[in-house]
């Protein structure tokens, strides 16, 4: 993952249970002082519940350290996820559009 000077970070690749806590740990450089974050997860090729839990994470690192995180290209499936496990009503974030 790499983020460019506006905050945008695409995620490519599927994100599963095999793959999340390797892209935890290579993001959290990513959260170092800066105002914004967003994830661009078009490119992203599956997903599982633990995808979602890693979105969660991700929010949870932004409030923690005063980064706004956004998510765009939210794959249908994972969007299914959010709303299945209420997350939309949770945070706004996670809503599908």
């Given at each position: ?11 490519t ?5 095999a ?7 290579e ?6 002082p800066?105002q914004r974050?967003?994830f ?40 299914s ?7 939309g009503?949770?945070?706004?974030a996670?809503?599908?559009?």
């Amino acid at each position: 993952m790499d983020v460019d000077a506006d905050g945008r970070v695409r995620v490519t690749g599927p994100l599963t249970f095999a793959t999340v806590s390797a892209r935890l740990k290579e993001s959290l450089a990513l959260f170092r002082p800066r105002q914004r974050l967003c994830f661009d997860l078009s490119g992203v090729t599956a997903v599982d519940s633990s995808a979602l839990a890693l979105l969660v994470e991700w929010l949870r690192l932004g409030r923690e350290r005063g980064v706004q995180v956004e998510f765009t290209g939210l794959p249908a499936s994972l969007r299914s996820l959010a709303a299945v496990s209420e997350l939309g009503q949770i945070d706004p974030a996670l809503g599908t559009p």
